[in-house]
C-alpha cells in the first residue's frame, strides 16, 4: 500500500490518517443538497468525532464554513484560541459559573429550561443563547407546548436569543412509524415556532435536521443544518436514506505488524483461550487494542484488518494494545507491515460502517472512542490559522 510518505517517526506503531481533501469533497456534496438560505453548521464535538478539531474547523472554515457546534465550552474556547472565527454553538450544559468563558470566548449556548435560563442570565453576563425545544425526543429542552416558559427566556435580561432548535429522535429511520415520527415532531417544533413569530418574538436561525434529516428530509427549509457524523465521509450506519449519499471517508486508520509466526493445531489465542485452531495457522499480532479505540467485542464477529491487501480476521479476545490476526492465506506477511482496521490496501477497503456492525454500534461511536494516544497525520491542504 502507499503510506504517501508519510515519516516513520510521525507514525510511530498505529497511526490515522485524516484526509483534509475528503472532508472538503464532503463539505462541497452536503452543501449541494441543502436548500437555498439554509446554512450548513458543522458539528466538530468530541475532537470532531475523533478527526482532529482545530485542523477540520480550519479547513471547514477555509471552505467557507462560518457555523460550528461544540459539546463543552471547553471545546468552543480551543476552537476560539486555534483561531476559528465564526459562529460556535455550545450544544451541551454549561455550569452558570463558567458562563464567563461563554462571554469570554463569545460562544452561544443551548438554553433547555426556564430555571437554567436565569441561572445564566442571573450571572450578568451578556450571552447569546438558542432556544432548545424538545418535540418529542425527551433528550433536553422546552416543552413544545409550554409557550410561557419558552416566553420566559426571552425575558432574561442578559440572553440575546439568536435561534430555536430541536432535535429529531429518529429521522436515520425510514420505517413507516419513524417517518411519521419525526415528522410529527417538525409540526410541533415549526408551530411553537411560529406561536412565538405571532407573539412578535425574534427565533434567529431556526435548526432541526442533522446528517440523516438533510438526505431524508430534503424538503425542510430551515435555517442550519447541524452536520457532523457525515461531514467525515461515513454515516451512523448503511442503509436507510431516501437519497444515497455521495461522500468520502476522511479517516483511516493503520498500526505495524509486531510479530509474524505459525502455531500449531489445538492451540488457543489470546486472554479466556475464546479461539482455539482447528489447524496450523500463521497468526500476525498487530500493535493497536481497545485502549486505542478498537472495540473489543469486534473479535469473533466478522471484525477484519487488511494486510497486504488481503482481509485478515481477527481472532481472539482483543487485547489493551494489540490484536490477532490470521495471515494463513496472505503471502508473504513479515513483522513491519502495514495493518489497515479502516481504510483501503489495494483493492479492498474496510469502511467504518463495517466495523461498526461487527461490534454493535455506529459509526459515531467508533470514530469518537479512537484513541487519543494515536497521532493524526493530515494529509491535503493543511490550513494555517493566524491567530
Not at 468525532?49 to 471552505?63: I, T
Not at 429550561?113 to 425526543?137: C, F, N, V
Not at 461522500?247 to 493445531?265: N, T, Y
Not at 488457543?268 to 475464546?274: A, D, E, K, L, P
Amino acid at each position: 500500500m502507499n503510506n504517501k510518505g508519510v515519516p516513520q517517526s510521525e507514525r510511530g506503531r498505529a497511526w490515522i490518517e485524516i484526509d483534509l481533501d475528503a472532508l472538503t469533497r464532503n463539505t462541497v456534496e452536503l452543501r449541494s443538497r441543502l436548500p437555498r438560505g439554509c446554512e450548513l453548521m458543522a458539528i466538530v464535538k468530541t475532537d470532531a468525532y475523533g478527526h482532529g478539531a482545530e485542523m477540520v474547523a480550519a479547513r471547514l472554515q477555509a471552505d467557507g464554513v462560518e457555523s460550528f457546534a461544540v459539546a463543552t465550552a471547553g471545546e468552543g474556547a480551543s476552537l476560539r484560541d486555534s483561531g476559528i472565527t465564526g459562529n460556535i454553538l455550545v450544544l451541551g450544559y454549561t455550569q452558570p459559573c463558567d458562563a464567563g468563558l461563554l462571554d469570554t470566548y463569545k460562544l452561544s449556548q443551548l438554553v433547555f429550561d426556564a430555571a437554567y435560563a436565569k441561572a445564566l442570565d442571573e450571572t450578568g453576563h451578556k450571552l447569546s443563547a438558542h432556544i432548545a425545544i424538545d418535540s418529542g425526543m425527551h433528550r433536553l429542552g422546552l416543552e413544545a407546548s409550554n409557550l410561557a416558559d419558552i416566553e420566559s427566556v426571552y425575558s432574561c435580561a442578559n440572553l440575546t436569543v439568536e435561534g430555536v432548535a430541536t432535535h429529531l429522535a429518529s429521522s436515520d429511520s425510514l420505517d413507516a412509524d419513524d417517518v411519521k415520527f419525526t415528522e410529527t415532531q417538525m409540526r410541533r417544533f415549526l408551530a411553537t415556532v411560529n406561536a412565538l413569530k405571532g407573539k412578535g418574538y425574534s427565533v434567529g436561525k431556526i435548526h432541526a435536521q442533522a446528517s440523516y434529516g438533510i438526505y431524508n428530509f430534503p424538503e425542510l427549509k430551515l435555517d442550519y443544518a447541524r452536520v457532523g457524523i457525515a461531514l467525515f465521509g461515513v454515516m451512523s450506519h448503511d442503509g436507510d436514506t431516501r437519497i444515497k449519499p455521495n461522500l468520502h471517508p476522511v479517516m483511516s486508520l493503520r498500526a505495524l505488524v509486531a510479530q509474524v509466526r505459525w502455531i500449531g493445531a489445538g492451540e488457543s489465542v489470546s486472554y479466556g483461550r475464546t479461539f482455539t485452531t482447528d489447524k496450523p495457522m500463521k497468526l500476525a499480532t498487530v500493535s493497536i487494542g481497545y485502549a486505542d479505540g478498537i472495540p473489543r467485542q469486534m473479535s469473533g464477529n466478522g471484525g477484519v484488518c487488511l494486510i497486504r491487501g488481503r482481509k485478515a480476521p481477527i481472532i481472539g479476545r482483543i487485547c489493551m494494545d494489540m490484536l490477532m490476526a490470521d495471515v494463513t492465506e496472505v503471502d508473504g506477511v513479515a513483522t513491519g507491515d502495514v495493518a489497515t482496521l479502516i481504510g483501503k490496501d489495494g483493492g479492498e477497503e474496510i469502511r467504518c460502517e463495517d466495523v461498526a456492525a461487527a461490534s454493535g454500534t455506529i459509526s459515531n461511536d467508533i470514530v469518537s472512542r479512537i484513541g487519543g494516544r494515536l497521532p493524526k497525520v493530515h494529509t491535503g491542504s493543511v490550513i494555517e490559522i493566524e491567530k
